[in-house]
């Protein structure tokens, strides 16, 4: 039994559609961040869920690795071929299924991703609310429980995925949830698999909430003396109950790196970029009140946008953070990092994290979705050079310890992967040893994923 065994029998289901060329088996290798190149042995491009079966059967059969990948654009290693193996490539599975306007839900396979599912939404007066910032898919963005800039809101993936269709390591296909809005009928499988990584299937079908589209929205940029006076209004602001669609912030050296990159003329100061949605009367009414909070903890005026265009340009500017920064270092790559802590303690957190890196020789602007807890460090370092990757590492470090100590996570949104598994152990204790039973009870042959999220042996 191996993996060119596989590759074999696989050839023959799939013919073209399963590619052993270098080229593709390197594109299906890398990683968005600083890991080293994994190809796998072969990528499948499988059309159908049975295909999908079929496939995992004869992976099974002869103990070869499956790793699924939906846009590749996950942050911890999730979709690189640790140990070899078939990369499924899940992009011809991208359609619509149904969508249920009354109901405001939609069936979905998962490759189709948000910005393709929102533009087939359009005519229904609906949208799907989840938004990572990259064009991901549906399928990966459920597999790492994704959030974003409007979790605020609407929530993560793990409010809004109401059911999947699933293929297990023997190949077996299930459904998991319904259509209902609740239920009380057994385990939650399908927040077991929400946020799983691929470890314990394939998801090969989605069942989504839907959101109306609001008849307003209005957008803004503020900037700050310092993070303390904007983390303190966001706090205001959501202690007397105004309800925000988006809101982010940037430091001081983010801005200078959105101005380099994108031709703007942000103050090197921390900012708020805010959103609000609703009645035309309601998000005049909500965007005064935010203003006169952003006034009484010394912010400037906001710049407003209720043009669609202008909005676009706002949250674009925010998207491309990463970019920017790396933009800002000539070669350079990085260690985008992730932790969460309560609201009350982001502040601290943030300045803390400023700290260390004004201490390190390292440059490490900060961004995030500060509504959530939820911040991120873009460490940047010389891909050449491996005492940057060393001082990156222990900077992260620093921050893990940092989020467990005020009550947080060690990640908010990125996941687990292969680079945060370290911390498991730190963060759950005997509880992880526990998630290693549950995917060896789905999973026995070790043969979906394997290296991520959980250590089994």
Same mark, same amino acid.
């Given at each position: 039994?191996?993996?060119?065994?596989?590759?074999?029998?696989?050839?023959?289901?799939?013919?073209?559609?399963?590619?052993?060329?270098?080229?593709?088996?390197?594109?299906?290798?890398?990683?968005?961040?600083?890991?080293?190149?994994?190809?796998?042995?072969?990528?499948?491009?499988?059309?159908?869920?049975?295909?999908?079966?079929?496939?995992?059967?004869?992976?099974?059969?002869?103990?070869?690795? !499956?790793? %699924?990948?939906? @846009?590749?654009?996950? *942050?911890?290693?999730?979709?690189? &071929?640790?140990?070899?193996?078939?990369? #499924? /490539?899940?992009?011809?599975?991208?359609?619509?299924?149904?969508?249920?306007?009354?109901?405001?839900?939609?069936? !979905?396979? %998962?490759?189709? @991703?948000?910005?393709? *599912?929102?533009?087939?939404?359009? &005519?229904?007066?609906?949208?799907?609310? #989840? /938004?990572?910032?990259?064009?991901?898919?549906?399928?990966?963005?459920?597999?790492?429980?994704?959030?974003?800039?409007?979790?605020?809101?609407?929530?993560?993936?793990?409010?809004?995925?109401?059911?999947?269709?699933?293929?297990?390591?023997?190949?077996?296909?299930?459904?998991?949830?319904?259509?209902?809005?609740?239920?009380?009928?057994?385990?939650?499988?399908?927040?077991?698999?929400?946020?799983?990584?691929?470890?314990?299937?394939?998801?090969?079908?989605?069942?989504?909430?839907?959101?109306?589209?609001?008849?307003?929205?209005?957008?803004?940029?503020?900037?700050?003396?310092?993070?303390?006076?904007?983390?303190?209004?966001?706090?205001?602001?959501?202690?007397?109950?105004?309800?925000?669609?988006?809101?982010?912030?940037?430091?001081?050296?983010?801005?200078?790196?959105?101005?380099?990159?994108?031709?703007?003329?942000?103050?090197?100061?921390?900012?708020?970029?805010?959103?609000?949605?609703?009645?035309?009367?309601?998000?005049?009414?909500?965007?005064?009140?935010?203003?006169?909070?952003?006034?009484?903890?010394?912010?400037?005026?906001?710049?407003?946008?209720?043009?669609?265009?202008?909005?676009?340009?706002?949250?674009?500017?925010?998207?491309?953070?990463?970019?920017?920064?790396?933009?800002?270092?000539?070669?350079?790559?990085?260690?985008?990092?992730?932790?969460?802590?309560?609201?009350?303690?982001?502040?601290?957190?943030?300045?803390?994290?400023?700290?260390?890196?004004?201490?390190?020789?390292?440059?490490?602007?900060?961004?995030?979705?500060?509504?959530?807890?939820?911040?991120?460090?873009?460490?940047?370092?010389?891909?050449?050079?491996?005492?940057?990757?060393?001082?990156?590492?222990?900077?992260?470090?620093?921050?893990?310890?940092?989020?467990?100590?005020?009550?947080?996570?060690?990640?908010?949104?990125?996941?687990?992967?292969?680079?945060?598994?370290?911390?498991?152990?730190?963060?759950?204790?005997?509880?992880?040893?526990?998630?290693?039973?549950?995917?060896?009870?789905?999973?026995?042959?070790?043969?979906?994923?394997?290296?991520?999220?959980?250590?089994?042996?």
């Amino acid at each position: 039994m191996t993996i060119d065994a596989a590759i074999t029998e696989l050839s023959t289901l799939l013919g073209e559609r399963l590619n052993v060329s270098k080229s593709d088996r390197d594109i299906h290798g890398r990683s968005e961040v600083y890991y080293a190149p994994m190809p796998p042995d072969a990528v499948a491009y499988p059309e159908t869920t049975q295909e999908v079966s079929d496939l995992v059967k004869i992976c099974a059969k002869h103990d070869c690795p !499956v790793i %699924p990948w939906g @846009t590749g654009t996950s *942050l911890e290693g999730h979709a690189l &071929a640790l140990k070899g193996g078939v990369t #499924v /490539d899940f992009q011809r599975m991208n359609q619509v299924l149904e969508i249920n306007p009354e109901d405001m839900d939609v069936r !979905v396979q %998962p490759g189709i @991703t948000r910005m393709a *599912l929102n533009e087939d939404l359009r &005519a229904t007066g609906l949208f799907f609310p #989840v /938004d990572p910032g990259a064009n991901a898919s549906i399928g990966g963005m459920a597999s790492t429980r994704a959030s974003g800039t409007t979790t605020v809101r609407y929530g993560t993936m793990a409010d809004n995925v109401m059911g999947l269709e699933v293929v297990l390591a023997d190949g077996r296909i299930i459904r998991t949830g319904s259509r209902a809005r609740k239920t009380s009928a057994g385990y939650d499988l399908t927040h077991l698999f929400v946020g799983s990584e691929g470890t314990l299937g394939l998801i090969t079908e989605l069942t989504l909430k839907l959101q109306g589209q609001p008849e307003a929205i209005s957008a803004g940029i503020c900037a700050f003396p310092d993070m303390h006076s904007a983390v303190n209004c966001v706090m205001m602001t959501i202690q007397m109950g105004i309800p925000m669609a988006r809101i982010e912030f940037v430091d001081a050296a983010t801005a200078l790196a959105f101005n380099a990159y994108s031709g703007g003329d942000m103050p090197a100061q921390p900012h708020l970029l805010v959103e609000f949605h609703g009645s035309d009367a309601a998000v005049a009414e909500q965007s005064e009140r935010f203003g006169e909070l952003v006034s009484d903890h010394g912010g400037s005026d906001f710049k407003w946008a209720t043009k669609t265009e202008d909005r676009n340009a706002l949250w674009q500017l925010r998207h491309d953070g990463y970019y920017a920064i790396l933009a800002s270092r000539k070669g350079a790559t990085a260690m985008s990092t992730d932790i969460c802590v309560p609201i009350s303690k982001l502040a601290d957190a943030v300045t803390q994290t400023q700290a260390d890196i004004a201490d390190s020789p390292l440059h490490g602007p900060i961004l995030g979705h500060v509504g959530d807890g939820n911040f991120h460090a873009i460490l940047m370092m010389d891909p050449d050079n491996p005492d940057e990757l060393t001082e990156a590492k222990r900077l992260a470090d620093r921050m893990v310890d940092r989020a467990l100590e005020m009550g947080g996570t060690v990640t908010g949104e990125h996941g687990v992967g292969m680079g945060k598994m370290k911390y498991m152990a730190r963060e759950h204790g005997d509880a992880w040893s526990v998630m290693g039973d549950i995917k060896r009870s789905f999973d026995p042959q070790n043969i979906l994923n394997p290296g991520k999220m959980v250590q089994i042996n």
